[in-house]
């Protein structure tokens, strides 16, 4: 977990993008399969380490997917895609196994705690 949690976020500062709604606010979409990328092939790095880079936000994502279906202020077109992508993010963890699950969450834990 440890090398996983220094090379979770390695791409962030590339795919920044500023959110002009808040002051300092900024979004990394893509950030966890951006940095999977460049690890994927490194031989030294186990395959689990690679999941936990690739799949830390998944958590997150189903949370934030099934919000935004959910959420009657925005449109009907919106809210078809985002119930699109919480079906889409809901069948990847439907396929980690139990052990990896609760190891992702404990990862997203400490995710948070160090924010």
Same mark, same amino acid.
Request: charged share 35%.
């Given at each position: 977990? #440890? &090398?996983?949690? &220094?090379?979770?976020?390695?791409w962030k ?5 500023? $959110?002009?709604?808040?002051?300092? !606010?900024?979004? *990394? ?6 940095? %999977? ?6 031989? *030294? #790095? !186990?395959?689990?380490? +690679?999941? &936990?880079?690739?799949?830390h %936000? ?15 202020k925005?449109? !009907? ?17 439907? +396929?980690?196994? $139990?052990? *990896?699950k609760?190891?992702?969450? &404990? ?5 948070? %705690?160090? +924010?």
């Amino acid at each position: 977990m #440890i &090398l996983a949690w &220094l090379l979770h976020d390695i791409w962030k500062p590339l795919v920044a993008t500023r $959110d002009n709604t808040k002051e300092l !606010s900024f979004s *990394f979409n893509g950030h966890e399969e951006k940095s %999977y990328q460049i690890i994927k092939n490194i031989p *030294f #790095i !186990s395959n689990y380490t +690679k999941k &936990l880079v690739r799949w830390h %936000y998944l958590i997150r994502w189903i949370i934030k997917a099934e919000e935004k279906s959910l959420d009657k202020k925005r449109t !009907s077109e919106d809210r078809k895609y985002w119930n699109n992508e919480y079906k889409r993010q809901k069948e990847v963890w439907s +396929k980690l196994d $139990d052990n *990896f699950k609760k190891d992702l969450t &404990l990862f997203l834990k400490y995710d948070d %705690y160090w +924010k």
